[in-house]
């Protein structure tokens, strides 16, 4: 059995101050069981501050972290706040690692390195794998799954890169123990009879396109052809691109089929090449199957709380990490709290939760066989239950 600890903090100003309410909403000594990691989400500022260091010096246990530009526990909403989210259990191991920093042409070496570190303090082979990712256009979440999945075997792996709330997110970081750096990896394996369950959201089929198309060319993340024309001359016949210019590309997701019977995966387009080939933030397989996606502030809630409501029916559970899309949290407009809010609502006094903002999310979907395959979202709402 597994328990889940929760604890958060909006002092920013005071490190000690912080700090200290952290310690005592975690009640550590009367708290903790055997075995423990914790994860850590905030605010960029409260790694300037040094409030994370230390609190990660304080902790007897190691942590895993992301910055994000808002997150949620019971009873708290924020954007300037900081969440520890401890996982305790006399019977579960845990064993953790991080890489050095990441590039696309070391990333095999490191996260092999890294896995085959956690791995070998553990008794046996792990039953899922949590990941604190960075946010990089060097190298996508595809290929942090791909080298995963080759020294794992598929373990199945949940978690999340970091983000904030600038336009080029320079202030998005990872970090293991307190250290920070916009490019590791840091992963923490679970060792012991635990059956999680994972879910996930994106677009509901009211607001995809009746048009499916094929894939018909593509290298990479990049969409060179659909059904056999050029991308974007495929996006202008759908009324989506007059004048060869995409309407929105925050508000028009794409949704691709693997045909291999899982649930679809949602695709945020990033850009346009002069070819006018589309430029995705995840990988975009030839042969797969296209359509096409609406987001909006009701479509975003719609989703969101029907998997909140899922959340909150399942038994036998003791807590859910829960990552959300950016570009979710942009579809609210004006009324940026209104997913948390839903959250709160459904989930507050049920099961000790946290909810992040996330820039691409890290989820196994399941195959008619039952077997679990790992993959990487855009645009996406993750749940996973412990």
Known sequence: MMKTLTACTTQIDDVNAAVSEILEQLDLPNSLKKNSIGFITCYPEFIDAGIVKMLSDKLPF???GITTFACSTPGKIGQVML????????????????TNPLNAGNLKSEIEKAYKSAASKLPGKASMIAVMSPFTFDFSGDDTLRELDAV???IPVFGSNAIDDNPDYKNAKAFYNGIENPATLSMA??????KPSFSLGNVSDRNILPQKAVITSSKGNIIETINNIPAMDYMRSLGLAPEGQMISFANVPLIVDFNDGTQPASRVIIGVTPEKHIICAASMPQGTTLSVGSMNEEEVLRVSLQMFENTAARKNKNGAFIFSCLARNSALGLDAQAEMEAMQKTLNGKIPFFMGYSGGEFCPVQAPDGKMI??????TIIICQF
């Open 83 to 98: 969440i520890v989210s401890v996982l305790t259990s006399d019977d579960i191991i845990f064993s953790s690692s991080v």
């Open 152 to 154: 794992t075997g598929g």
């Open 374 to 379: 790992n993959r990487f979202h855009n645009n």
């Open 189 to 194: 394996l679970f060792y012991g009879d635990m």
């Open 62 to 64: 190691d942590t895993l």
